[in-house]
């Protein structure tokens, strides 16, 4: 007779469902389903690439939770002895971007983001907010001359980082801000992001969260890079803890139609995009020398943001639970939704045992600016809570790291080629009587 009766293996259909503990009808610990499936295994009901694939499952889960672990007692001990955090010890003096610099930011109209540039704009430096939104970087700019004073330096530049052609103008925009400031570009934090919870693609022909999280900032950063300064520039990318969510990356299905997916899950394709980022950092900063770039990749931590917009109470499948969040009168992605979250955000986190887990935007973008003016930390590595912090395995695998830069890096190479050619095109076009025929092949190859 099996460990498992038949009759109660359908009960156990969430061994191959998400795993967050507390988020499926069954609760429970992941020790308890580690058992369970070697039960199955040892009665023959489960193949050895399905335990393979469960356990691996496990072991990404399991460093996920160390991590939030190590996180909740840094966060403990730092509430106990009531020290300023590292950024609040680092004397302006020692800052590693010059204050005559600009830093671009993009996400900069609200969460972290827009944390972010108050805190810069406060400590003196020029910023560059991009944004998709007209009427939010607005506020934002009004936002920060209120925390920075009237008197900060901040620039506006369009940007949907769903687009590649809106990337390549927002970078020449981003050039002529700076030098409008009169301020050179020191510093860039890749921070916008988004989380969606279909598979959807971009017209430019990638899933759109891989797109925003990840191709859009490489190609923003590739194409700045030879304009910021000669020495000590910095590169931010906000990733998460949810790297550990990918026990890999599949470039080939970040271009498969959507119609075309039989399996897709959220948490995979975000925890993805988030692996990406971290291996981005790391391949960023292997190309250029430290004296020249320090790239780093950050955790902001669990932030009450408009990230999670796009979730349904039923359909939230975070790695940690998020507060209820009352829902405004236009429902999900209605015109309140993003102050409510702000609002109803802000009412919980007042609590201070919420606020050891979970952070406001304002907390959690102190990692984010810690790593741009931090001196001496090693150029691809990896912080949470302004420490230095380990990463999941596969975020370590150099070949992956080296696999993406390789795709991505030609995936942006074609687009910018082709937006060549149509520029030519709509510049030099062939003269009448002429064949579009040569113009036409080199834009199908």
């Known amino acids: 007779m099996g460990l498992i009766p038949a009759s109660r293996r359908d009960e156990l259909g969430f061994l191959n469902g998400p795993w967050f503990p507390g988020n499926h009808r069954e609760r429970s610990s992941v020790v308890m389903r580690a058992f369970l499936l070697l039960a199955l295994f040892a009665e023959g009901a489960m193949s050895m690439s399905t335990l393979a694939t469960t356990i691996s ?25 009531d020290a300023a955090d590292p950024l609040s010890r680092l004397p302006s003096s020692d800052f590693a971007i010059s204050k005559e610099c600009a830093i671009a930011i993009t996400g900069a ?115 700045l890079l030879p304009h910021m300064v000669a020495d000590g520039a910095r590169i931010v990318t906000t990733a998460s803890s949810a790297h550990a969510l990918a026990d890999g990356l599949d470039l080939r299905r970040i271009e498969q139609p959507a119609s075309d997916a039989t399996v897709w899950d959220s948490s995979s394709a975000y925890g993805e995009s988030k692996l990406a980022n971290v291996l981005f950092a790391r391949a960023l900063a292997q190309r250029y020398p430290p004296t020249r770039l320090t790239s780093l990749a950050v955790h902001p931590g669990v932030v009450a943001t408009s990230l999670f917009r796009e979730f349904k109470p039923s359909a939230a499948q975070l790695p940690i639970p998020l507060p209820p969040i009352p829902l405004p009168p236009g429902g999900l992605g209605g015109p309140s939704f993003d102050s409510a979250v702000a ?86 076009p062939p003269a009448e009587g002429e064949s579009w025929e040569p113009f036409l092949e080199q834009f199908r190859a």
Request: net charge neutral; charged share 25%; hydrophobic share 50%.
């Open 57 to 81: 499952r496990i072991e990404r889960l399991s460093f996920q939770l160390d991590r939030e672990r190590e996180t909740f007692l840094r966060r403990v001990r730092q509430r106990i002895a």
């Open 109 to 223: 109209t609200e969460g972290i983001g827009l944390e972010a540039a108050a805190a810069l704009a406060t400590f003196g430096y020029a910023t560059i907010l991009c944004a998709r939104d007209a009427t939010k970087a607005r506020a934002a700019v009004d936002y920060i001359k209120v925390k920075a004073g009237s008197g900060a330096v901040v620039a506006t530049v369009d940007l949907d980082l769903s687009a590649f052609e809106s990337v390549e103008q927002a970078a020449a925009d981003i050039r002529a801000a700076s030098e409008r400031l009169g301020a050179p570009l020191g510093g860039l934090l890749l921070n916008a992001g988004v989380w969606p919870t279909e598979r959807r693609m971009t017209a430019d022909g990638l899933e759109v969260g891989f797109q925003v999280n990840h191709v859009s900032h490489f190609a923003l950063a590739e194409l």
């Open 343 to 428: 609002s109803a955000g802000k009412a919980i986190l007042d609590n201070p045992a919420v606020g050891l887990v979970f952070k406001k935007p304002e907390d959690g973008c102190r990692t984010l600016v810690y790593a741009l003016l931090a001196p001496g930390l090693p150029s691809g590595s990896y912080l949470s809570d302004m420490e230095l912090t380990d990463v999941a395995p596969a975020a370590k695998d150099s070949a992956a790291a080296d696999a993406l830069w390789r795709w991505t890096e030609a995936w942006v190479g074609a687009k910018m080629s082709k937006a060549k050619l149509v520029s030519k095109a709509a510049v030099d």
